[in-house]
């Protein structure tokens, strides 16, 4: 399970950073005469309606897609993890504020939230990751702050405090160690998570510009010829599940893991 | 000789809830203080409370001059960094860092001063008796004994003067505990270290404390030489302990029954703290007995006249 | 007959080989015998194997442990439910995490009252303060409606043994129960069990890595070195006058009710680890008195007088008790 999921998600970089290289033709290339074609040799997932590869489409897609994905996780770690950790420290009122914002930020619906954004920054990919990103922000505030409240209690940061240690020393040393595993997870299941939304976004045509090429965008227009062609919605469908499913299966794995070895601690 | 450490009529509480009162304590240099008490007498809150970890509400902690009560922020993480005095939690799982070396963890406290470790690491643990190959272990790595001296390696390497460790053999069979108590007593001889222990074994704490101070519900209630109190306790407290002490050997002067109370005794909010569960306690007992005495105190208001009635 | 009989136990983990090796010992009706040893000596996991509670991968491997005259070894699950809690109980050193902490001692107790005695719903309240009483718990009657967390360590140990026996068992193992324990506590629960045995006729099998607790309360004392019996007998001959090196050692640590300043002794080095079990006598490395001989096998063999000893040099060595 582990080594599939590692084997999705390495194929998947592969295809975000080398897509248009890869690409066996241009993905922008239209070509009436072979408008929604079934799978051939020399177009294995078949055409859409302007005759484009479908194939090239979706393998020049994967860097969009993924690289909104990592910079919503990316916002959301940062403006997550950062105010997580401070708000064990700094006293009663920033705490209080900050728990307030995290749930002002988590009844937001994801993608109306992004879509209001775009309105007002303009429509582009990064905009609306960046609305994705804070709205993940909560849910990295509350797992780093939950595992790190446990910490700043434990006995050996005590033992630290005894010695005179700074508390940057000691978030450094006894509290960023344990807290990364869980925040490392989090992450992982985010991007999953943000890649559903980002091919949502690109699906309702929001954040790409219509010819540039994501797998929510082939998805949409496979969707528009149904008639035509009832199982070609299915391919770009199943790369987002597969994608998705590998990084939750990663994530479950890692956790379950951490378990154990805790367990074998005590 | 002259106290390094001076306890002034402290009290400690949190919120409303006081856990001592008025408790005053003098420590010379180069002693062994022996701490008994039981769980909720506030042996462990007095130890926290010369570090800083407890609120100190009332009175005043000295050492050696330094009034530690009124050290805060700056002033306060500057006096720990000298590494003067040194707390031993009680607990090795909990207060070692499960991912971090021996090695590191030892080296912890001069890391933090800014202060060159050198081979201060193999130094320290070679004075606990461990071997210094372990220093690349975790702590879930070795036993429980090694642990326990890993605790207490870190706080040596600081070269304190002054040790207060919390229950450090309360988690040992009996040859590590003689161990670890033999170690403390080592400390003292070779290097001048005062040494404060707080545990349950009136047995191991016989062998190497000077003096004992015992504490009941937040008070302290007698302290003395550790043999003249051991064998001729004045408070009922006391001579319970003594009694209830296992022993290879069965028989015990005054049998422990003898000084449980049948029924519930006299409650009373600012009275004497044991007089719920004393024997002997009398209407006199509605109010807190004084500490009187100077080498040897006792808090009583029968000191003098209870050990006559099982006698 | 014995109310329990082990014989020629062997425990064995897993892939490491047997941690309890040729363990036999009895307890009659009303007697009180102590295991005793360090961590690892392999006392705890001779009285698991009596509860039929070992831990994944360890198993009795050979020999019998018989209660009332019937085998435990190799009985099924509902063999051992009608076994505990009627004939045999036990309690441990950490009583909080034997009761559910969202009900109130009282229920539980009534709870086993009405299953292990068949009393009547009506009547089980009356029962537990009654017995929580006999426990020696005052105000009883305001402590069966009171929760785990509101009781001190001494008042849910007396709780738990109240449990322990109200399906009035034969046998009751006590595990390390008043370790955790502060010493006046301690005394009084030891004090309990004393009289338990005295006025219920209840035979006790103790388990404490203290020596002093054991001469405290036990008729008989069985001393375990990694993994096998050094020595056994009479408490208060073993004491007076230890015939193995690692008996005589453990009086040297143990607590004396001596207040005098004095040198603690420590037994020098640790014991053998389980994978590297000498051939010969296992305390041998450790031992003042050894000689080439202790490097052979050494069998347990009786003494006069209902003792048994494993020394080369029991016959030839005059040791030191506490006396």
Known sequence: ?266 | MSALLSIEGVDVAYRRHRILSGVSLHVGTGEILGIIGETGSGKTTLARAVVGLAPVTAGRIRFDGTDLTGLRGRALRDWRRTGQVQYVFQDPLRALDPQHTVATIVAEGLTVAGRPVGDRVEWALSQVGLDPALATRTPGRISGGQRQRVLLARAIAMRPRLLLCDEPVSALDASNRNHVLRLLADLRTAAGVTVVVISHDLSSLAGIADRVAVLYGGRLVEHGPTEEVLTDPRHPYTALLTASAPSVRREHPIPAARLRRVGDGPVSEDGCSYADRCPFATSACAAVPELTGDTRAVACHHAGEWLAAVR | MPVLRVDDLDVSVAGRGAAVRDVSFTVHKGESVGLVGESGSGKTLTCRAVLGVLPPGVAVTAGTIELDGAPLTGLDRRGWDRVRGNRLAAVFQDPASYLNPSLTVGRQLAEQLRLKRGLPRRQTRAAAVELLAAMGIRRAERVVDQYPHELSGGMLQRTLIAIAVAGEPDLLVADEATTALDAAVQAEVLELLRRLREERGLALLLVSHDLAVVAEVCDRVVVFYAGEIVEQGPTAEVIANPRHPYTEALLRVASLGDWRRRSLEVIPGRPPELGALPAGCRFAERCAHATDACASPVALTTLDGDRQVRCHRAADLALVGAR
């Open chain 1, 1 to 266: 399970m582990r080594r599939t999921a590692i084997g999705v998600l390495v194929v998947v970089a592969v295809l975000a950073v080398a897509g248009g290289a890869i690409a066996p033709h241009d993905p922008l290339l239209q070509n009436p005469d072979l408008a929604l074609r079934g799978p051939s040799p020399a177009h294995p997932f078949g055409t859409d309606y302007l005759g484009r590869d479908v194939f090239s489409r979706l393998v020049a897609g994967t860097g969009a897609t993924v690289l909104a994905a990592i910079q919503s996780v990316g916002v959301g770690l940062l403006l997550g993890v950062v105010p997580g950790l401070a708000s064990l420290w700094l006293g009663r009122t920033v705490e209080w504020l900050l728990l307030r914002a995290a749930d002002a930020l988590m009844t937001l619906p994801f993608i109306v939230f992004a879509v209001a954004v775009t309105g007002i920054l303009g429509n582009g990919l990064t905009q609306a990751m960046l609305a994705i990103g804070a709205l993940f922000a909560p849910l990295f505030f509350r797992v780093t702050r939950a595992a790190g409240l446990r910490l700043t209690r434990a006995q050996y940061v005590e033992a630290a405090e005894l010695f005179g240690a700074s508390r940057t020393r000691i978030l450094r040393t006894h509290v960023w160690g344990k807290v990364l595993p869980t925040v490392a997870v989090t992450a992982a299941q985010a991007t999953g998570g943000a890649l559903l939304a980002v091919s949502s976004l690109t699906f309702l045509g929001i954040g790409v510009k219509p010819p540039a090429p994501t797998w929510g965008g082939v998805l949409a227009s496979d969707l528009g010829f149904l008639a035509q062609q009832p199982w070609a919605p299915v391919i770009p469908a199943a790369l987002i599940m597969v994608t998705v499913a590998a990084l939750n299966a990663l994530a479950d794995h890692t956790t379950s893991k951490e378990r154990v070895d805790a367990g074998l601690a005590r």
